[in-house]
């Protein structure tokens, strides 16, 4: 099993940056694809950004490409998303998850833990 705690959440200007950061527990994370999901009051949970075992292969939201970028660090059990040039529309709950699987997808039916979020919220 994995638990998944996220952090770094806040509240940022319009055009500023957030670093999410997401801790996992468990000896097995580096063999776990890991993706970060968000969902805003009223709306579904959505995919942002997912990353593959080894860091090498990422898969993004095409509303996030360019301004955000995941990454993970097996040694420190830890997975970040960094998000730049902040939108109001990226105010959300931001969700770290983990697929035990070696598929990047987008698919929130694929991941099989998750944490309990972390609030972003973007002023304009």
């Known amino acids: 099993q994995a638990q998944l705690v996220e952090s770094g959440g806040g509240l940022v200007q319009a055009g500023g940056s957030l670093r999410l950061s997401c801790a996992a527990s468990?000896?097995?994370?580096?063999?776990?694809?890991m993706g970060w999901f968000r969902q805003a009051p009223g709306k579904e949970r959505e995919f942002v950004a997912a990353?593959?075992?080894?860091?090498?292969?990422?898969y993004y939201a095409a509303s996030v490409k360019g301004r955000f970028t995941i990454s993970r660090d097996n040694a420190k059990n830890t997975v970040y998303l960094q998000m730049n040039t902040l939108k109001p529309e990226d105010t959300a709950v931001y969700y770290c998850?983990?697929?035990?699987?070696?598929?990047?997808?987008?698919?929130?039916?694929?991941?099989?833990?998750w944490g309990q979020g972390t609030q972003v919220t973007v002023s304009s």
């Open positions: 998850a983990a697929d035990w699987s070696t598929v990047v997808t987008g698919n929130p039916r694929e991941y099989d833990y």
């Open positions: 990353v593959n075992w080894s860091g090498g292969n990422t």
């Open positions: 468990g000896r097995t994370f580096s063999s776990y694809t």
